[in-house]
T-cell receptor, first 113, second 114 residues
Framework: DADVTQTPRNRITKTGKRIMLECSQT?????MYWYRQDPGLGLRLIYYSFDVKDINKGEISDGYSVSRQAQAKFSLSLESAIPNQTALYFC????????????FGPGTRLLVL | AQSVSQHNHHVILSEAASLELGCNYS??????LFWYVQYPGQHLQLLLK??????LVKGIKGFEAEFIKSKFSFNLRKPSVQWSDTAEYFCAVKKGSTLGRLYFGRGTQLTVWP
């Protein structure tokens, strides 16, 4: 969905490096989410934010941090990347007025060497 | 803990065959239910959703799903699949009392042969 954008789309990094994945949305939604997708495991929630001042850990937050810079921006950081963080990362937004239907960005494919 | 089970990891069908993908969840309260589809190399898109009312919901591209509360199930169906339906399908559940969060199943890869 073009209303949710992620940068970069692909990234290769080395073990121990700090990297940031960015998400921006023009849908005007307050709620934003970061997921990782691994083959056979589906989507697992890393962090979520219901507004600029609200940040919550998801199922697998260890090794990750987030920043909600504005309603439209939600960044995910890997403080010290490790190979098992190699995955496809998705950002999503939702609106309680739409029954919490989530709208996903195109994903960032991350490879940690 | 909430869990969402998708019983079929990989389904292979020929075009025009009928499709049914299973989804069960373990939460006993009010739920909102979703099916998302991920075409190769693309992001997740909403296929259909259930919130209340008629338990048989229709989505895009000829898909439908039936909510059976007594079975904690929300199976996805399509009477006649096409090659273009090749994708991964995810069931997701939101607890009625939980703000925003969705719990996803592990996904079912559907491959349709022409």
């Amino acid at each position: 969905d073009a209303d949710v954008t992620q940068t970069p789309r692909n990234r290769i990094t080395k073990t121990g490096k700090r990297i940031m994945l960015e998400c921006s949305q023009t849908k005007g939604h307050d709620r934003m989410y970061w997921y990782r997708q691994d083959p056979g495991l589906g989507l697992r929630l890393i962090y979520y934010s219901f507004d600029v001042k609200d940040i919550n850990k998801g199922e697998i937050s260890d090794g990750y941090s987030v920043s909600r810079q504005a309603q439209a921006k939600f960044s995910l950081s890997l403080e010290s990347a490790i190979p098992n963080q190699t995955a496809l990362y998705f950002c999503a937004t939702s609106d309680p007025g739409l029954h919490e239907t989530q709208y996903f960005g195109p994903g960032t494919r991350l490879l940690v060497l | 803990a909430q869990s969402v089970s998708q019983h079929n990891h990989h389904v292979i069908l020929s075009e025009a065959a009928s499709l049914e993908l299973g989804c069960n969840y373990s939460y006993g309260g009010t739920v909102n239910l979703f099916w998302y589809v991920q075409y190769p190399g693309q992001h997740l898109q909403l296929l259909l959703k259930y919130f209340s009312g008629d338990p048989l919901v229709k989505g895009i591209k000829g898909f439908e799903a039936e909510f059976i509360k007594s079975k904690f199930s929300f199976n996805l169906r399509k009477p006649s699949v096409q090659w273009s339906d090749t994708a991964e399908y995810f069931c997701a559940v939101k607890k009625g009392s939980t703000l925003g969060r969705l719990y996803f199943g592990r996904g079912t890869q559907l491959t349709v042969w022409p």
